[in-house]
């Protein structure tokens, strides 16, 4: 089902605005809830509905707002409705013909816990049911309700803000193309086929009756993030040579140039400087120290060669392309694509985020890994605020960076696996203390380069 079969909605919206923000509220409570979650195309809906707000008709605060209230109300009832029924709930439509749903339910609560809440969110097919799942098994409710909440609020952005902000680039004159909405759409899908293919290629790797070794999953994870990153980073630069995608980097640039405020200016510059070279440097060295600590000699070599062909590619593409910045201090050159800040702290982040996670419990890695990746995120989203890259500079960052990060695991699977630090809590503070010591340093001079 496309934006087509659900036309006569969107035109309904479009002449009842005041029905908007509700309208986005029922259909996330909807996509959430068990049963209609799975009948109704609730993702193709919020897309259609986001864009109509972003056209001017309600705020993105109003729209995320609304968006996050209806996903908590929608799996507030599902939970609700698994603790009240329990078992019987086996004996309703349309679980009576697809038993396999709840029994794929109930396995992937068993293997995550507390945590499927989060993650059942971003995964297509169980995502309406793992609530519905949780309450069957009495999972305790402070803890649902706790862990809902908070992925609700992440929730929101990822499933609101693409709809939101191609509605805005609407309003820029020229309009966006047609064919600009299919392309966006073909990635959206492209997108979720990889979110699938993840989630499914993890089970096989992981599975306790298919034992492998540690570096025979990392080889396998890494050619497969290998393929993710590439094929993205391969349509992000076809799209950035088109020059389709310049109304939305436009519109997205004048967004948020138009909510600067004086202490959001400051923060982001000082969360920019993590990606200048200065900073890089002192954290390669402290990567090489600790890998030549274990003597992994090969390993310190490898990562020397990684972070040279990045930093190669990353400028023959810069000046190959010899595209221009939204705003262009004299200080920095003007090339743009791709951001050279996001695609360098992509790779030693998610390096570090790793490397640190294999000296800690399985279980707490997976906060290491938003650590790393949040780093990523917020390098990337200072660079847009500050308008020294678009948009899709720093989309070819992150793919970039994650492919050289992906050849890294793929070299270990080969020949070594990398041995966790023997000190992670001093290579912490000592990535910590070194880092904030050179932003400060750094920090005024970028001050009166950025905001003048």
């Known amino acids: 089902m496309d ?17 908007l923000a509700v309208s986005i509220m029922l259909i996330a409570l909807v996509e959430s809830l068990a049963i209609a979650g799975i009948v109704l195309p609730g993702v193709v809906m919020l897309f259609g509905a986001a864009t109509i707000a972003g056209s001017g008709v309600l705020d993105v605060w109003t729209t995320l707002i609304a968006a996050f209230i209806g996903a908590v109300l929608g799996d507030g009832i599902s939970f609700i409705l698994g603790r009240v029924f329990h078992q019987h709930i086996a004996n309703w439509w349309p679980f009576t013909k697809h038993p396999q749903w709840l029994e794929e339910g109930e396995q992937f609560f068993h293997r995550h816990g507390g945590k499927s809440i989060a993650f059942g969110r971003f995964i297509g097919p169980v995502r309406p049911i793992i609530p519905l799942v949780a309450g069957m098994l009495d999972m305790p409710a402070t803890r649902f309700y706790v862990v809902n909440i908070i992925s609700a609020i992440a929730w929101a952005p990822v499933y609101i803000l693409p709809g939101y902000l191609v509605g805005a680039s609407m309003q820029v004159s020229p309009p966006v193309s047609e064919d600009v909405l299919v392309i966006l759409a073909m990635l959206f899908g492209t997108s979720l086929f990889f979110a699938f293919m993840s989630g499914y290629i993890h089970d096989k790797i992981q599975s306790p009756d298919k034992p492998s070794m540690p570096s025979g999953r990392l080889f396998i ?4 993030l290998m393929l993710t990153s590439g094929i993205s980073l391969i349509l992000i630069t076809c799209l950035v040579v088109v020059g389709e995608l310049k109304f939305v980097n436009a519109a ?8 600067h405020t004086g202490l959001m200016n400051q923060i982001m510059v000082a969360i920019t400087l993590i990606g200048n070279h200065e900073v890089h440097l002192v954290w390669f060295g402290l990567a090489a120290i600790w890998l030549g600590i274990n003597r992994q000699w090969k390993l310190v070599l ?3 060669i990684l972070i040279t062909g990045v930093e190669s590619v990353l400028w023959l593409m810069k000046w190959g392309l010899d595209l221009h910045r939204p705003d262009n201090p004299a200080e920095l050159v003007r090339f743009s694509f791709p951001s050279g800040h996001t695609t360098l702290t992509t790779f030693l982040s998610l390096w570090f985020a790793r490397y640190i996670a294999l000296a800690i419990p399985e279980v707490k890695r997976p906060w290491i890994w938003s650590v790393g990746i949040v780093i990523a995120m917020l390098v990337g989203f200072s660079r847009l605020y500050l308008s020294v890259h678009w948009t899709t500079d720093v989309l070819g960052g992150v793919a970039l960076g994650t492919l050289g990060f992906s050849i890294w695991l793929i070299t270990c699977g080969r020949f070594s696996d990398t041995q966790p630090p023997q000190h992670p809590v001093i290579l912490l503070a000592t990535l910590l203390i070194s880092s904030t010591v050179i932003i400060a340093l750094m920090f005024p001079a970028a001050r009166a380069t950025y905001l003048g």
């Open 221 to 224: 994870s890494g050619r497969y």
């Open 302 to 304: 490898t990562l020397c």
């Open 3 to 19: 934006l087509n079969d659900i036309q006569p909605m969107l035109e309904w919206l479009r002449s009842h605005h005041e029905w």
């Open 252 to 259: 997205i640039t004048q967004w948020l140039v138009f909510n």
